[in-house]
């Protein structure tokens, strides 16, 4: 069965203190896998697309990273606004579905 | 501006009484979904839609409809409510009938249902 598990299920830092977000993901192809970030009270909003283990991707102060088991969404020296939830999905081959973890919740202290 | 709409954004309503939540996207996407989200669950993938008059079922689809008439619109009708479905409901759309790209979300419709 296609699954994805996020850990840890939330996440407290202060600011400036990087820390990694991961995803393990079971499918039995990968076509996609995708990362997201949610405020509380609004829709996903895309972050990254990855596609092929070894792959990477950066924007500001996050960096996603895939391998053929896991993804790791890494943030460099957060600030108080990238606190969020951080939602990672798969899109397995051979289906038109997409599969979400429970999600990050981080919060980052000023 | 590019976006997805769904309406109404809040509902409350009683068991058994019919309901439409509307979705609309004005990027000329092939592919429309439809998600709940619950605490403790996360997303689930109710319907999607690869192109139009093309719907089918995701992980939960139990007490959903939906059509594809147009390429803009994915409704999500609701034809007898129950408080298991009191929710909060997303719709996306992505570029490709495929499904393998980003999905843009809409604000989401926060359904009671008592």
């Known amino acids: 069965e296609d699954q994805v598990t996020q850990s840890p299920e939330a996440l407290r830092l202060q600011e400036g203190e990087s820390s990694s977000l991961n995803c393990s993901y079971t499918?039995?192809?990968?076509?996609?896998l995708f990362w997201y970030r949610q405020d509380p009270g609004k829709g996903p909003e895309f972050l990254f697309t990855?596609?092929?283990a070894g792959e990477e991707k950066e924007k500001e102060r996050l960096k996603a990273t895939l391998t053929k088991k896991e993804s790791f969404l890494h943030i460099t020296a957060p600030k108080p606004e990238d606190s969020a939830t951080y939602l990672c999905a798969v899109h397995p081959s051979g289906t038109y579905k997409y599969i979400f973890g429970t999600g990050t919740r981080l919060k980052v202290l000023a | 501006e590019a976006q997805v709409t769904q309406n109404p954004r809040y509902l409350i309503t009683v068991t058994g009484k019919k309901l439409t939540v509307t979705c609309s996207q004005n990027?000329?996407?092939?592919?429309m979904s439809w998600y709940r989200q619950d605490p403790g669950l996360g997303l689930r993938q109710i319907y999607y839609s690869m192109n139009v008059e093309v719907t089918d079922k995701g992980d939960v689809p139990e007490g959903y409809k939906v059509s594809r008439k147009e390429k803009r619109n994915f409704p999500l009708i609701l034809e007898s409510p129950s408080p298991n479905q009191t929710s909060l409901y997303f719709c996306?759309?992505?570029?490709?009938?495929?499904?393998?790209?980003?999905?843009?979300f809409g604000p989401g419709t926060r359904l009671t249902v008592t």
């Open positions: 990027m000329n996407h092939e592919y």
């Open positions: 996306a759309s992505s570029l490709s009938s495929g499904g393998h790209d980003e999905q843009y």
């Open positions: 990855l596609y092929s």
């Open positions: 499918v039995s192809g990968l076509r996609g």
